[in-house]
């Protein structure tokens, strides 16, 4: 595969990949795409799908050479729609424009397109390669990936914590273990997810709201709240402010499994449908401990603040694990140190 390309093709398609994550607050349901035009090895066109709804990165791109691209490369981190939905057809865009070469690094897993796109730009004789830095293409959209071939979002688990795994004093205390600059990291976070879930007993302890707060990024994910029991009654509560929207799912609105519980996944499965990628799982010990039993949790997302807790403190996840062979793994991704603190990020072994 890497014989297909040159190191020019790398650098355009790494372009391509970065400028891509500019859309990271904006395309929602979509996935982020970007688009690098060049000629004669040269740049000429950039581009990115910037909001839901809004044209893609071809397009974008292809705009600012006013469509006239002929003996064209272009560039893209994701296969060419080629059906009308929101916005055109992006493949009958390029090959209107008259693009000679097109490389792709991974195709759309989208049922739409999936292989569609491709078909139709060779069926009008553009040359099409496919591979192109394809790990790094399907990272950027794991979520998008994820929904789209199995119905489920990507599940990312944050957890704020002591040194010694502790994330609230016996009486639930547990404002503030972190820095300032991890809860700011933390709002970043929640952003890049079009929901955040919670359980009952989060909200009835320590009444969040669950919003973004960041200057200059206006959006609002979902908040989702399980409520196994029926324990949100208080409709003055912050989850329900007006400025973000909110579903409790409880036993009046959602499935049980056989112990009486909500059935968690087929509450993923709803908000798959829903078109949310993303979810940002915020919540306590025991939330935390039946999404990962039921193998929900596809990434962590750990802030370890320099302190001790002590024993009598409650611990991050409850989990029943017996034996060392049943540990659960986790792919440690990136360590960072953010103020005091530290910031562990891992995917779960599956």
Known sequence: MENLFSINDNKNMAIALKIAKHGKYGVHANPMVGCVITKNNKIIAKG?????????????????INYQAKGTTLYSTLEPCSHQGKTQSCAKKIIDAKVKNLIIATTDPNPLVNGKGIAKLKEAGIKVKVGLLENQAIELNCGFFKRMQTGLPFVTCKIAASLDAKTSMSSKESKWITSEESREDVQKLRAQNQAIMTGSDTILADNPSMTVRLKNINVTPL???IDSNNKIKNKKLNIFSANAPTIVFNKDNAKSNQSGKLDLKQILLTLGKKGINNVLLEAGPNLIGAMLELNLIDKFVIYKAPIIMGSSANSMINIAIDKMQDKINIDITDITKIGNDIKITGKLKK
């Open 48 to 64: 990115w799908h910037q909001e839901f709804g809004k044209e893609h990165a071809e397009i974008n791109a292809l705009k600012q």
């Open 223 to 225: 908040r989702v709240v």
